[in-house]
């Protein structure tokens, strides 16, 4: 394992800041690629080895723009991609409430229960994030490794590294275009960093 700086995308078009957007692949708007750039001038003088995205548009771009200051390619990984909220994509909670007010119920409980008709449950998020894990193992502990994803995905992955239950991801904020850093060994991982969003005042 690794020294992990996990970026969440910068903002989106169609108003992702009040609507669930998860597979549906929305781009980053002008605010958003002026953010990626703000993460890009950040960590340029940062030490990076190996970069990792997911393959929908907003997570990638921004990885790409912070990239390019450390001729890295982008690996792109499926299992990255926000969570599937299958019926309620591009709703509001508002809405949720009206039309599914059980799955309304569950989400506003927190509860592990919870699954996205016609998406992904909680736990088949988790054992996705479980599948990219994998892919940090072959990375050395002298490694500084950028992942780029979605607030559910990068919520996830704290939870699963730093061996908190599932249910504490509602207690991890992550804004968008922030910055968190995880230093990971054999016995676990310490949180350096948490929601960073310095380099955009």
Not at 139 to 148: A, K, S, V
Request: include cysteine; hydrophobic fraction near 40%.
């Amino acid at each position: 394992m690794s020294r992990l700086l996990l970026i969440r995308h910068g903002d989106t078009e169609l108003n992702s800041a009040e609507r669930y957007w998860g597979r549906t692949d929305v781009k980053l708007d002008a605010a958003g690629l002026r953010q990626a750039e703000r993460l890009r001038d950040r960590l340029a003088a940062e030490k990076i080895d190996a970069v990792y995205s997911s393959d929908l548009e907003r997570a990638l771009v921004t990885a790409e723009i912070i990239a390019s200051n450390h001729q890295l390619a982008v690996i792109t990984c499926a299992e990255l991609r926000e969570v599937n909220f299958g019926q309620l994509e591009g709703l509001t909670f508002e809405e949720v409430s009206q039309l599914y007010p059980e799955v309304a119920k569950l989400w506003a409980e927190r509860s592990t229960k919870l699954k996205y008709p016609g998406g992904e449950s909680v736990y088949q998020l988790n054992n996705r994030v479980s599948q990219f894990l994998g892919r940090l193992k072959k990375h050395t502990p002298e490694q500084t490794i950028l992942i780029t994803a979605h607030k559910g995905v990068l919520s996830i992955l704290l939870c699963r590294l730093l061996g908190i239950g599932l249910r504490r991801r509602w207690q991890i904020r992550l804004d968008l275009a922030s910055l968190s850093i995880l230093e990971t060994n054999q016995q676990g991982a310490i949180l350096s960093l948490l929601n960073d969003v310095s380099h955009l005042t």
